[in-house]
């Protein structure tokens, strides 16, 4: 089977943790299987869409590395949707309804009371001719209801297995609104049915949706894709993602927390499956490894500790090559290989870099403590002539050892914190050829 998946986000806000797993899901299915990738903007709710969001979306796929080879806006979409829905309405598919929102709600309210489930009593199912021109007279429009069969709806859900609905404890959804425009349900099934989707990955918060969905697939276009439907993500402490970094915007992962995106990817891809979180720098083990079934139906805890530690572990095995040109936008267009990697093992975050760089090029304040000023002096004596490389540091303290009787903590703190200024950092080894004969006196001196 030729694999088309669509990732369907709708641009009345920006893509998020939540949003981004279903996208990184979709896709690394979608690239193993050789498939064709489909964004599809659900922008059928003009009030609430916004291009602002749709252009943070595109921008979060494309610095997450998730590709699409096909766009499509629904907005675009409105006569090819009016043309199924004529036709659904010349069948009975679809029927008028005239209730407004507050019968509605009374409606729904009295079932409650009743202990009844609250489902559409489709009442403007057996509304007459004559009723109907009376509401109109009065000034009323019809919103559009699809009229569900009785049917037992059934599908294998690709994470969830069975999965059964009888279409009497569901409401007939509404697919046109009362000024004509056309909602989400119908919108969504069309664009599947005309864009030849074969798997619908989304949300587990869809799987009722789905049910309705099925028999709409099932009336335009006799039958229904696959359905993969993922467990919602929360946040550590178990509540629904709305605090720190799991409501945070991939845009704000970005920018903000300046993040890797392999890390928010590496998190996404594993997390709620049974593969262990890793820390990957490229997507090819990910894309190799994906399937469906180790992913559980449980609800999974995105923590975000665990994509800043994620994130440490990219950067300490990123080459210098695919970060050079971020570097030098922070301003660090001197720093060389060998200066990434010294100081790449110390990096939680790329933005460290620069306090690095500061460490070794800039003002540093040494801390050498009274004890050990004469120490530090007399090391100082015994650096070895230039050229530098990453075996002189041992050369060098081999003989401060010797000469001073030092040894341990008592040996190598004294220097790191003159050299540095702090008590940890990067491998000595690696920082004394960085730092030069010159800083390195001028600092043991201090
Ligand atoms: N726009 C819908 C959403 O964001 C799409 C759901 C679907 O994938 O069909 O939830």
Redesign the pocket.
């Known amino acids: 089977m030729f694999v088309k998946v669509?990732?369907?986000?709708?641009p009345t806000g920006f893509l998020h943790a939540g949003?981004a797993r279903?996208a990184v899901i979709t896709w690394l299915f979608c690239r193993q299987q050789n498939g064709h990738f489909l964004l599809r903007i659900?922008d059928t709710d003009r009030e609430r869409s916004r291009d602002e969001c749709e252009i943070a979306i595109e921008e979060g796929l494309t610095w997450l590395g998730l590709n699409w080879d096909q766009k499509e806006n629904q907005k675009f979409r409105l006569e090819r949707y009016n043309t199924v829905i004529e036709k659904l309405k010349a069948d009975g598919r679809i029927y008028a309804c005239y209730e407004t929102p507050e019968e509605l709600g009374l409606k729904r309210k009295t079932q409650l009371n009743r202990g009844v489930p609250p489902t559409y009593d489709r009442a403007g199912l057996s509304l007459t001719d004559e009723q109907k021109a009376k509401y109109e007279e009065q000034g009323r429009k019809p919103h559009w209801r699809f009229k569900m069969d009785e049917e037992a709806i059934e599908w294998d859900d690709l994470i969830r297995g069975p999965v059964k609905f009888n279409p009497s404890d569901l409401s007939d959804p509404v697919v046109l609104r009362e000024d004509g425009t056309p909602l989400?349900h119908l919108c969504?099934v069309i664009d599947d049915v005309d864009f030849e989707i074969t798997h619908?990955?989304?949300?587990e918060?869809?799987v009722s949706?789905t049910a309705t969905h099925v028999q709409m697939f099932k009336a335009i276009h006799g039958q229904f894709p696959h359905f993969a439907h993922l467990s919602l993500i929360a946040d550590a402490e178990g509540g629904k993602l709305s605090k720190r970094m799991g409501s945070l915007s991939i845009r704000d992962i970005q920018n903000k927390e300046g993040l890797e995106p392999m890390s928010v990817v590496s998190l996404m891809a594993r997390l709620g499956s049974s593969d262990p979180i890793e820390a990957f720098t490229s997507v090819e083990p990910l894309i190799e490894s994906f399937d469906f079934s180790k992913f559980s139906r449980s609800t999974p805890k995105f923590d975000s500790e665990e994509l800043l530690r994620l994130n440490a572990k990219i950067l300490h095995a990123t080459e210098f090559s695919a970060v050079q040109e971020r570097l030098s936008e922070m301003g660090l267009q001197e720093m060389d290989e060998a200066f990434w990697n010294a100081i790449r093992p110390n990096l939680e975050k790329l933005e460290n870099a620069k306090e690095w760089w500061d460490m070794v090029h800039g003002n540093v304040t040494p801390i050498i403590d009274a004890e050990d000023k004469d120490f530090t002096a007399q090391a100082s004596t015994l650096l070895p002539p230039a050229p530098w490389d990453e075996n002189t540091f041992k050369t060098w303290i081999d003989q401060v050892k010797e000469e001073s009787g030092r040894k341990g903590k008592t040996l190598f703190m004294p220097i790191r914190k003159a050299l540095t200024g702090m008590e940890h950092g990067p491998e000595l080894p690696n920082l004394m050829p960085l730092l030069g004969e010159e800083k390195t006196k001028a600092r043991l001196n201090a």
């Open positions: 669509r990732f369907a986000p709708s949003n279903t659900d989400y969504s619908v990955v989304r949300g918060d869809h949706n």
